[in-house]
């Protein structure tokens, strides 16, 4: 069993920044891949980056890339969401995930085996 705690979100001004934040605990936490997910009532649950166990592996969306930087700390058991030149469509639930099973991270929420509550990104412009 896995647990994740999410935190970091919260109100910004449109190109503005935040840092979200993903405590692991519980067995083997540190072995798991990470994906950070975005959920909106109009558009869904959406990937928006991935992080292999031993972070030599990242993974954006397009609409992400260049913008936030996905990294993480294993002697914490932390994993980070950097998200600068934040856009009013950023505005979200942001949750993050764990998964074992796979190589490699994948995009697929479905593959993800623990999640976390969310927290909340909102950007206004």
């Known amino acids: 069993q896995v647990q994740l705690v999410e935190s970091g979100g919260g109100l910004v001004q449109a190109g503005g920044s935040l840092r979200l934040s993903c405590a692991a605990s519980?067995?083997?936490?540190?072995?798991?891949?990470i994906g950070w997910f975005r959920q909106t009532p109009v558009k869904g649950r959406d990937f928006v980056a991935a992080?292999?166990?031993?972070?030599?592996?990242?993974y954006y969306a397009d609409s992400v890339k260049g913008r936030f930087t996905i990294s993480r700390d294993n002697a914490k058991n932390t994993v980070y969401l950097q998200m600068n030149s934040l856009k009013p469509e950023d505005t979200a639930i942001y949750s993050c995930a764990a998964e074992l099973f796979h190589l490699s991270p994948t995009v697929v929420a479905a593959d993800y085996n623990y999640w976390g509550q969310g927290t909340q990104v909102t950007v206004s412009s």
């Open positions: 992080i292999s166990w031993n972070g030599g592996n990242t």
């Open positions: 519980g067995r083997t936490s540190s072995r798991h891949h």
